[in-house]
């Protein structure tokens, strides 16, 4: 399976620490994605790396690919109430594999 | 901003009746996706659909799952005999072209089967 796998399941934090959160995946990829979901709701997709990228950043948002170990890491800096969601990565191959997800809680 | 949407929000339904869940992709939009979420758990992919057929599918989809694209805008997923196993969120996600990745979903249809 090319499913991704994130750790922590759950972080909760007090607003203005960053947040890291960690997907491993199995397979080579195209691609891997950071979506966002707030509960009951879609996704929103976040910010993507190339499989040739290393790290990418988007505002608050640095995210890391290491191929070689097949994981990667998304950085929440300074970190807000209305950041609290749970936080997907997925990766592309054929399919599209979603994670498990990171349930991220921002304490005001 | 241009959105997918889906209707209906919920859907209620008994055991063994058909249900066709709609989704509206982004107009100009080329591959269109189906995933289901069933409560708590991760979201999981049934089928990707391209050029009006399906590019790829899950073991999830399987007889009772088809989808169809009946006319310029429309998206269908269709079960035709549902059970209690069934019950989930649907979301249907679309996406511009081959070098565009990042895929845009609608808001989900909760399917409850009783």
């Known amino acids: 399976s090319q499913q991704g796998e994130e750790d922590p399941q759950a972080l909760s934090i007090q607003e203005g620490e960053n947040a890291t959160m960690n997907c491993s995946y199995k397979t080579s990829i195209n691609n891997l994605q950071w979506y966002r979901q707030n509960s009951g709701r879609g996704l929103v997709h976040l910010i993507l790396?190339?499989?040739?990228?290393r790290e990418k950043h988007s505002g608050r948002l640095r995210v890391t690919l290491d191929t070689s170990k097949k994981s990667s890491s998304l950085l929440i800096t300074a970190s807000r109430a209305a950041d609290t969601a749970s936080y997907f990565c997925?990766?592309?191959?054929?399919?599209?594999?979603f994670g498990t997800g990171t349930s991220l809680t921002v304490i005001p | 901003e241009p959105e997918v949407t889906q209707t209906p929000s919920h859907q209620v339904t008994q055991m063994g009746q058909e249900v066709i869940l709609r989704c509206v992709p982004i107009?100009?939009?080329?591959?269109f996706y189906w995933y289901r979420q069933i409560l708590g758990q991760k979201v999981e992919f049934l089928v990707s659909?391209?050029?009006?057929?399906?590019?790829?599918k899950s073991e999830i989809f399987d007889d009772q799952f088809s989808v169809e694209r009946p006319d310029g805008s429309n998206f269908t997923l269709k079960i035709r005999s549902t059970k209690l196993e069934d019950s989930a969120m649907y979301f249907c996600?679309?996406?511009?072209?081959?070098?565009?990745?990042?895929?845009?979903f609608g808001p989900g249809t909760r399917l409850t089967v009783t």
């Open positions: 996600a679309s996406r511009g072209d081959s070098r565009s990745y990042e895929q845009y």
């Open positions: 659909f391209y050029n009006n057929e399906i590019s790829e």
């Open positions: 790396i190339r499989s040739n990228e």
């Open positions: 107009s100009n939009h080329l591959y």
């Open positions: 997925a990766t592309e191959g054929n399919q599209f594999y």
